[in-house]
């Protein structure tokens, strides 16, 4: 008996040894790709998403399956991908929210967002701009806060307390000096809605999700937080508009577990880089204002701890902690 079973070993052994290829690993990507984006579906940020998906299937040659998985800011979904295998099936469209202001003003977060994620490409950004409703009768940011210092705070609204955009005014009032009430809402669309219905007067959004409503004239712009206009829009810049040193764009970047394979995060970048520079992403990007990106994974890295210092900063002046 003992003599079959060192046989049959043999044999296993030799067969192995006549074909290389047996046991290796296939190459990647050899099955479908689980893509999480950690909010609802409709927003810029799974529009991004789906068209993303779409390019990497084509480059890839494997499906690309969106799941929407949101709550808690972001957090939820960001976290499933966190303690996903690291064998490159799952990825994250993360953002400033997951990756920048979360991580500023929440020590209690399910995830870490720079230990616990390997970096593949920051995809595009969207300029923050200023937004009144139409009927406040102002023309220009600085006539806004001449009338917002003239009298009772006006209200603005956020995505919630420590979104980006509560951030972003908390940024804008140390700058200027003006008071302004803050109303935080469940999301950016309740507070959207609010701000065109005038139960608020004011508010911070990136460009890619109010662009709509700027062209129909359901909300004013006042000033886009970059150093450059956005085209298609005759908006001046926050420079311009008197406020030099206020820039915010809301960020969109491609994420997997801590420990993906090098090889698996560069087919991941490669097949990013020829997406986003793809006819169709691009017109997709240019129809909610986003700008493309494609940074390598290097960069996106240094850029993730460079967000989560400066909104700690602003957070922490502000006084700023999460709900």
């Known amino acids: 008996m003992m003599r079959l079973l060192t046989l049959l070993c043999t044999l296993i052994l030799l067969a192995g040894f006549a074909n290389p290829l047996t046991g290796q690993a296939q190459p990647y990507p050899s099955r479908p790709i689980r893509f999480v984006v950690p909010f609802p579906p409709g927003g810029a940020t799974d529009v991004m998403a789906r068209a993303l998906a779409a390019r990497l299937h084509e480059s890839l040659g494997q499906p690309v399956v969106v799941e929407n998985r949101a709550g808690a800011a972001g957090a939820i979904g960001s976290e499933s991908v966190a303690k996903a295998p690291p064998d490159g099936y799952t990825i994250l469209l993360g953002t400033i929210s997951t990756h920048g202001t979360n991580p500023a003003v929440n020590p209690k977060l399910p995830y870490d967002a720079v230990k616990d994620f390997t970096p593949i490409s920051l995809l595009a950004h969207a300029p923050v701009v200023l937004l009144v409703n139409p009927q406040v009768p102002v023309q220009s940011l600085q006539e806004f806060l001449r009338l917002a210092k003239s009298g009772k705070p006006p209200a603005y609204g956020s995505n919630g307390g420590g979104s980006y955009n509560h951030l972003a005014v908390e940024l804008l009032k140390g700058l200027t000096g003006v008071d302004l009430l803050h109303v ?22 990136d460009i890619a999700g109010v662009a709509p409503h700027i062209r129909s004239g359901k909300l004013k712009a006042l000033a886009v937080a970059s150093k450059q206009r956005v085209p298609g829009f005759d908006v001046p810049t926050a420079a311009e508009a008197g406020v030099p040193n206020f820039e915010v764009t809301a960020w969109y970047a491609l994420f997997g577990p801590q420990g993906m394979p090098a090889p698996a995060v560069s087919r991941l970048h490669g097949a990013v880089a020829k997406g986003i520079g793809s006819p169709e992403m691009q017109q997709v990007l240019n129809n909610i204002s986003a700008i493309p990106v494609g940074d390598s994974p290097a960069q996106l890295d240094a850029f993730v701890r460079s967000e989560i210092a400066r909104w700690s900063d602003v957070a922490r002046k502000a006084n700023i902690k999460a709900d």
């Open 184 to 205: 935080p809402y469940k999301g950016a669309g309740p507070a959207i809605q609010d701000l065109m219905a005038g139960q608020i007067v004011f508010g911070a959004h």
